[in-house]
């Protein structure tokens, strides 16, 4: 629980704060985020597909300030989650919202999908370093090997102190 904040599931109401979010967060460089196709948006909302978390302010349930979302990706060799679209309006930096995010997101990778790993990428670039930073010591991800920008955490995840009270189930 972050004082002051509500974590929801994201919904396609969502979408045009997510977008913007994403720009504020320097996530999207070249334009605006792709739009949604009717295929992408059902897939998006469907829970065994994509689970995306935002964080709102208590007093505004609609105002999302913080996101990340999580994509299954099984295939016949492999049960993993990809990370994706981490950002944090600038406003909003270093109050916990990330790692509330992350930890809910990875408990849900582990226990309702039950997936061996989760990977993503960030880039090694001067806009990333806080958050390459947190993926590293935080959150206890490692840069897959001959990689600068492929990160993996491999589960069942073992939670650092810090991250102990955000992993939690994210629909109790």
């Not at 998006?44 to 999302?64: H, I, Q």
């Not at 840069?143 to 629909?171: E, I, K, W």
Request: glycine share 6%; with cysteine; net charge neutral.
């Amino acid at each position: 629980m972050i004082p002051g904040f509500v974590i929801r599931r994201s919904t396609l109401a969502d979408l045009e704060a997510l977008d913007d979010l994403l720009v504020l967060g320097r996530l999207v460089k070249s334009g605006p985020p792709d739009s949604f196709t009717l295929t992408a948006a059902k897939l998006w909302v469907n829970p065994d597909v994509t689970l995306s978390l935002v964080a709102c302010p208590e007093g505004d349930l609609k105002r999302v300030v913080s996101h990340a979302q999580l994509c299954h990706k099984a295939t016949k060799s492999r049960s993993r989650a990809e990370l994706e679209d981490v950002a944090t309006h600038p406003d909003y930096l270093r109050r916990g919202l990330s790692s509330a995010l992350l930890g809910r997101l990875i408990w849900s990778a582990q226990h309702d999908w039950g997936v061996g790993r989760i990977e993503w990428i960030s880039e090694d670039i001067p806009d990333r370093t806080d958050a390459r930073r947190f993926y590293l010591e935080v959150v206890g991800a490692r840069l897959v090997d001959g990689t600068d920008s492929c990160f993996r955490l491999n589960l069942p995840y073992q939670a650092s102190d810090y991250m102990r009270p955000h992993f939690v189930n994210p629909f109790p």
